[in-house]
């Protein structure tokens, strides 16, 4: 089975800042795959970001970045040059051999003008 | 570019009643998923479903759900007797274990 941790409940920053969030992960499998997911007031559910766990390098997709240290179990989210359409609810995950994704708890992200 | 899609959007039930909930996955998508989210809380699994068959369900998927896939394009969740506890927002999903791609939801509020 796979847990995703997110201690964190919320964060705020300032736009055009850059924010970190946090999440750390355990499971047995060696095989895995991690993502970001972001759920604005609407509620839809947005991939924003996604890691292979064979992969060394760090993905990014534009101002998205993730530092994944795999020793540690960790996964964070680096959000540069935050904008207020950053403000959102972000959720960290997991799939494994199953494919089914396991969520964190979530983080309220609040970006400030 | 290709996206899943819910209906409805929003659904309004008594307690007891059968309600269906219906998803268009992305056409080359094998993989099928419905996760749920109770308000405030994280996003639950419920059941994933591959070449026709369920592959893996959780303890909320009791006997009271059910998947079908009743057409190519299709993909439904039933809930036979909808229980207040029921209400949520409910996520298909399509993919694989490499990405997933979420609908926009269907708001489900039982009475």
């Known amino acids: 089975a796979q847990t995703v941790t997110q201690s964190q409940p919320e964060m705020s920053v300032q736009e055009a800042e850059t924010v970190t969030l946090s999440c750390t992960y355990d499971t047995s499998e060696n095989n895995y795959y991690l993502f970001w997911y972001k759920q604005p007031p609407s509620r839809q559910m947005i991939l924003v970001i996604r890691?292979?766990?064979?992969?060394?390098q760090n993905a990014t997709e534009n101002r998205f970045s993730v530092n994944f240290q795999k020793a540690a179990k960790s996964f964070s989210l680096k959000i540069s040059d935050s904008q207020l359409g950053d403000t959102a609810m972000y959720f960290c995950?997991?799939?494994?051999?199953?494919?089914?994704?396991?969520f964190g708890k979530g983080i309220t992200l609040s970006v400030r003008p | 570019e290709p996206e899943v899609t819910q209906t409805p959007s929003h659904q309004v039930t008594q307690m007891g009643q059968e309600v269906i909930l219906r998803c268009v996955p992305i056409?080359?998508?094998?993989?099928f998923y419905w996760y749920r989210q109770i308000l405030g809380q994280k996003v639950e699994f419920l059941v994933s479903?591959?070449?026709?068959?369920?592959?893996?369900k959780s303890e909320i998927f009791d006997d009271q759900f059910s998947v079908e896939r009743p057409d190519g394009s299709n993909f439904t969740l039933k809930i036979r007797s909808t229980k207040l506890e029921d209400s949520a927002m409910y996520f298909c999903?399509?993919?694989?274990?490499?990405?997933?791609?979420f609908g926009p939801g269907t708001r489900l509020l039982v009475l």
């Open positions: 999903a399509s993919g694989g274990r490499e990405t997933q791609y």
């Open positions: 056409s080359n998508h094998l993989y």
């Open positions: 995950a997991a799939t494994g051999a199953n494919s089914k994704l396991t």
């Open positions: 890691q292979e766990a064979y992969k060394q």
């Open positions: 479903f591959y070449n026709n068959e369920i592959s893996e």
